[in-house]
């Protein structure tokens, strides 16, 4: 035993480098263990000549407490690093797979329909889905026993007295509610669903989904509404999109349209889908009656309006063909799971 084995032992220790657990408990046996080297210094320590004892000996516990140190250093070092067993972690590899789902047809159409308006300046105005008589009928100029109600065949929560309970029917009665709490002008849509008792088929289901549009200024004319649905079709179904006005009736607008779009399929030239007409329909209009304002306390002399309502499965089906009510309905994965990444077809 000489001082160069105790100076090169402390030099490696010194430069001593372990990752893992296992790297550093392999360095204290090689140093320390029973087998050690440092272990066969202290063996060799007896036979040391008893005039170099005194100064071998303190040389020697110098080592064994640096190598201590070192090896309780590297320990912590390791352990802050992370667990030493298992294999090496490959930090490259994809991740779990986290099924997220995707969103609905009928959502991603809301969506749509909700960033056009709002882009026109328009408010988004929910109301409840349980609703009385007076906001889904009277208010919107349906009065009591008025075959106008026919239209709608209408579930009640609650019959038998002047203002039953029911499940809204259109989404017409957030206008009412719109109109009884906001302040004029008034510039919304009302996005929601509706109940209608009626016989589940492809072409009807008891649950659906409307956009009720309202827009009530001062002097605001047909020709607003107009140009509001004509701007709206072109975004919605792409800049080359007419539109044309039939007329008809609800209780609530004066006068009242019904809006065809061009058949953005066949362009016009007729297909089954348009029924060999060019046109679609998708949505209801007119101008808001003034009965329905003075019913919510607006001058129908100093103010006018325009209404509209729309189908979101309608307008969904006109977008990706599905022409079977029922499965927007029906949650089948495999029909949800074609819209994952679907924003425009
Ligand atoms: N509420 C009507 C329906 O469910 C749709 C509608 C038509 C709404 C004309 C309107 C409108 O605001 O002006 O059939």
């Not at 320990?75 to 969103?103: N, T």
């Not at 510039?187 to 008891?206: D, K, L, M, Q, W």
């Not at 039939?246 to 209780?251: A, E, L, T």
């Amino acid at each position: 035993m000489n001082r160069e084995d105790i100076e090169r032992l402390s030099a490696e220790l010194a430069a001593l480098k372990c990752k893992t657990q296992k790297e550093v408990e392999e360095a204290r046996v090689r140093f320390l263990g029973k087998k050690g080297e440092i272990t066969a210094l202290f063996e060799e320590f007896r036979t040391v000549a008893p005039e170099f004892k005194k100064e071998f000996g303190r040389t020697l516990n110098e080592l064994k407490q640096k190598a201590q140190a070192r090896i309780e250093e590297l320990k912590a070092a390791a352990e802050q690093s992370g667990p030493s067993e298992g294999p090496a972690q490959d930090l490259s590899m994809p991740g779990d797979d986290f099924p997220l789902g995707s969103r609905h047809p009928v959502s991603i159409v809301r969506q749509e329909i909700v960033d056009i308006f709002r882009k026109f300046g328009y408010d988004v105005a929910e109301g409840p889905e349980i609703e009385d008589d007076y906001h889904v009928f009277e208010a919107l100029n349906f009065p009591p026993n008025h075959p106008a109600r026919d239209m709608q065949d209408t579930f009640f929560v609650s019959a038998g007295h002047l203002n039953p309970l029911l499940l809204r029917t259109h989404t017409s009665s957030v206008q009412v509610r719109a109109m009884e709490t906001m302040k004029l002008p008034i510039r919304v849509i009302c996005p929601g669903r509706v109940f209608r008792n009626e016989a589940i088929s492809a072409r009807a289901h008891c649950i659906f989904h409307q956009v009720e549009g309202l827009y009530i200024d001062e002097h605001v004319t047909f020709a607003d509404l107009k140009q509001a649905i004509l701007l709206f079709a072109r975004e919605m179904f792409g800049a080359d999109t007419q539109i044309r006005m039939r007329p008809s009736f609800f209780p609530f607008t004066e006068p009242s349209a019904e809006v065809d779009v061009s058949c953005n399929i066949c362009h016009g030239k007729g297909c089954n889908i348009c029924k060999g007409t060019g046109w679609l329909e998708i949505l209801g209009c007119g101008m808001v009656d003034p009965n329905v304002l003075e019913a919510s306390g607006i001058d129908s002399k100093k103010y006018s309006g325009f209404a509209f309502g729309m189908g979101l499965e309608r307008i969904a089906m006109l977008k990706w063909r599905v022409n079977d009510l029922r499965h927007y309905f029906e949650n089948d994965l495999r029909f949800l799971h074609e819209f994952e990444t679907a924003t425009e077809v």
